[in-house]
Nanobody, 122 residues
Framework: VQLQASGGGLVQVGGSLRPSCSAS????????MGWFCQAPGKEREFVAA????????YYTDSVKGRFTISRDNSKNTVFLQMNSLKPEDTAIYYC????????????????WGQGTLVTVSS
């Protein structure tokens, strides 16, 4: 299983980014997907999750209304649309999968990508 995240970068406060994560080695359309982030000096935490069908999503409170997780099963790719970015969103963002499941608990995630850095400057 390989998860390859990309699309991070440097953006100003209030700006937008759309990281993506491409998957291989799995039947992507049957796997839940999620995004986690790890800010400097902090533990990794949950950001968003999407069911394999794409019709159910879940977000941590701090990103609700600003971030949108989506997926394109025809391209084995999951996205994280990040709007109205704040300095506190600065972190490495990891895509991950709990396998044939749908969860917001890090303990349920077995497959991890390498992360993409998002930096929000003020």
């Amino acid at each position: 299983v390989q998860l390859q995240a990309s699309g991070g970068g440097l953006v100003q406060v209030g700006g937008s980014l759309r990281p993506s994560c491409s998957a291989s080695g799995i039947t992507f359309s049957t796997y839940g997907m999620g995004w986690f982030c790890q800010a400097p000096g902090k533990e990794r935490e949950f950001v968003a999750a999407i069911k394999w069908t794409g019709d159910s999503t879940y977000y941590t409170d701090s990103v609700k209304g600003r971030f949108t997780i989506s997926r394109d099963n025809s391209k084995n790719t999951v996205f994280l649309q990040m709007n109205s970015l704040k300095p506190e969103d600065t972190a490495i963002y990891y895509c991950a999968s709990p396998g044939r499941s749908y969860s917001f608990s890090e303990n349920d995630y077995h497959y991890w990508g390498q992360g993409t850095l998002v930096t929000v400057s003020s």
